[in-house]
């Protein structure tokens, strides 16, 4: 009897141990199974982009993050999570495809492990220009991520990089370093594609252009942000001396007198639209290609109208009967159709061969502060008409110098009329030479830019003094208008004229 008692307890116990086996196993597969469905709804909620995170080296999803997030890296993303750059434009790809940072330590360590978050968007540069950077295979230029989110940018320092505007940014060549670092607020990162070309995939950013110390003993400061300026300045003015002397003076307002004012206004123009490249720094505020269309209108309809000034005294010394008024206003408006008309023309052809038949490739190797600028195709168009205008007024000039020399006795319209065939020819060689050494200063040489600096400066002033200061019937009209109180003049006849014992030509 007490046999068989002891017999039901083992029995009991022995069912009651197996029983709390059953019940722990039970409860250590509930536990698995919560961790394991916790785990992939964090990582769903992750590819929806809330309050993820990411590891480099672990596939999970990458999200966007708050600066107030502890124990991650902000990353600057040019474009959404599930986007890319697809030729230069942020386009929506799959979850295979999407931009995985790597990380890279100080010490040179690539793949570290880093907890990081996106923050979508380009850097605020403010007032600093903003600068494209593609690393490929090959490439002058190495993107490097680090451990802390800087964007370090190595640079080929072997490639002659003298008169690109990237390179100011490092200082002299001697002290050039082979990288620079970038804040999380200083550049945005991504991947990129090219559909066409040699390098395919790229890595892509955009940063901010870091500023350089200014050296006021730095020859290119001083000639492209000090001096440059300051000749724009003194040129504008000097042009607008010549322009309001032959529009005030009454008798100064003929043929003549109105075409001098006309070139003298396109050049002032001309000087303006320069002006805006000078200062890249405002990049934000001007569209380059813009200024450039005006300054080239500007410079062509210069051209055309000196061409007209050139053709009317050609064909007046070729003229039998010779006979001046102060004022010919339908001359005037017959040579306005021909010059205005012709630069039109030839300024929508060169800007609709830019925009609709020059190369994308031609168009990326003219781009100043990340702005495109005219192509080589639509400068051809501008500046082909101005070399054809040129050989036309040296041949007005050498056959109008043939009827001069035939001739041995001169009136008085005579002697005015070869007065404006040497300001013709005069005027013909100062614009000439500035047009040239325009042309020669996109040449990858600092000393011709630095010449047409110079050019451009003394242009101005060789016109005042050949339109208004050589010309000694305008200072004695000068003299005649500002020092001396008379009646002004009522007849139609002219300097010539108005003043028949005081001609001076």
Known sequence: MLFKQLTQRQTVGSMDYRSVNRWLILAYSLALMTVKAHANLQQQTGDTGHNDAGINGVGFGTGYGNDGDEGFVMINKCCEKFEIRIDSICSQVNKSEYYQPMFTSYGGQHNMPVKYKFVIGLPACGSMQTWPIYHYQGSPDKLVLLEDGKL???????????????????????????????????????????????????????????????????????????????????????????????????????????????????????????????FTEFTSHVSFIVADIILYFSILAAFFWLNSFGYYIWKTFRSRNVFLRVTDARKYCYYSAYAWGTTAFMAAMAVFAHFFLDAETYKKQNVVADQETMGWLGIAIFFAPIACTILVDIFFYVTTLKLINRRNVYGRIQHKLKANFIMFALMLLVLTAGWLFLCLSWLNFEGLFYAQIVVNALQSPLLLYICVLRQKHVTFLLKKSCCYNEPPSTNDWGDEMHYMNCNDY
């Not at 945005?188 to 395919?200: E, F, K, L, P």
């Not at 901010?208 to 050296?215: G, I, M, N, T, V």
């Open 152 to 278: 370090r940018h190595y640079t080929n320092t072997n490639e002659d990089d003298e008169n690109s505007d990237y390179s100011e940014s490092f200082g002299d060549d001697e002290n050039k370093p082979l990288f620079y670092d970038y804040g999380r607020d200083q550049y945005c990162i991504d991947r990129a594609i090219s559909t066409s070309g040699n390098h395919r995939q790229v890595l892509f950013a955009n940063i901010c252009l870091a500023k350089k110390e200014l050296k006021w003993t730095d020859t290119s400061f001083l000639m492209r942000k000090i001096l440059n300026p300051i000749f724009h300045v003194i040129s504008l003015i000097m042009l607008l001396i010549i322009a309001i002397v032959y529009f005030i003076l009454p008798t100064l307002r003929d043929l003549v007198g109105n075409i001098v004012t006309t070139i003298a206004v396109c050049l002032m123009v001309g000087q303006v639209a320069d002006l805006v490249r000078i």
